[in-house]
């Protein structure tokens, strides 16, 4: 017979994963920003009173949710969005039909202020009608457009943001997120569908209307798993195909 626990039981956590707990709340509060180093392990152990071991163990599982980056002889770095090969693929994961990876160039087409939609709302966890930021960008392969993204960010996370703030921004958009409003990208759930390419989305993608085109809807979670960004992309797969490697 499986036992339940009654209402209001407390849930056992392993001591990494307290600790690990510990950590990530020092890297959402700001205390190790992003890029920085954060202390040495002996350091971590003697501040939380466990052994080596123990914040070894949590800080691999840092490593492995790319929260933190360790590098051989000189420590443990928080994940950032600004080194460009990682905010490129870690989240983008189209690539040429022939393997290669390929850095897109990006174009902002529109930048407007509106308001939550009903699904929007839901899926950012806002009311209804709450401000958000839109913009719209198509990504260049080669010349040749490929990605139309829409992208919904909260006014009230993204306070200050403008056009001219973003053109004046030399990086990726989630580094511009980043070292802009400290908004740092973690993690991402996507949906994937098929569907016909409208004639305004056509003219911009450089395809013939009614051409099949892979949608992708995205929602971006920060710490303590708070929804900050739904993006909706329309990928054109003449040349390119959605790539992701399962384990």
Sequence with gaps: MIRTHPPGTPTFHPLYVQIKALIERGLASGEWKPGEAIPPETALAARYGVSLGTVRKAIEALAAENLVVRRQGKGTFVATHTEERTSNFRFLRIRRNDGEDEYPVSRLVDFRRSRAGAEVARLLNLKAGEGVFVLRRVLDYGGRPTVLDEITLPAALFRGMTRERYDAYRGSMYGFFETGFGVTMLRATERLRAVPAE????????????????????????????????????YSTLNHHYWNELS
């Design 199 to 234: 004639a305004a989305v056509a003219a911009l993608l450089d395809v013939v209307p009614g051409e099949p085109l892979l949608a992708v809807d995205r929602v971006t979670y920060t710490y303590g798993d708070r929804p900050v960004e739904f993006r909706r992309g329309l």
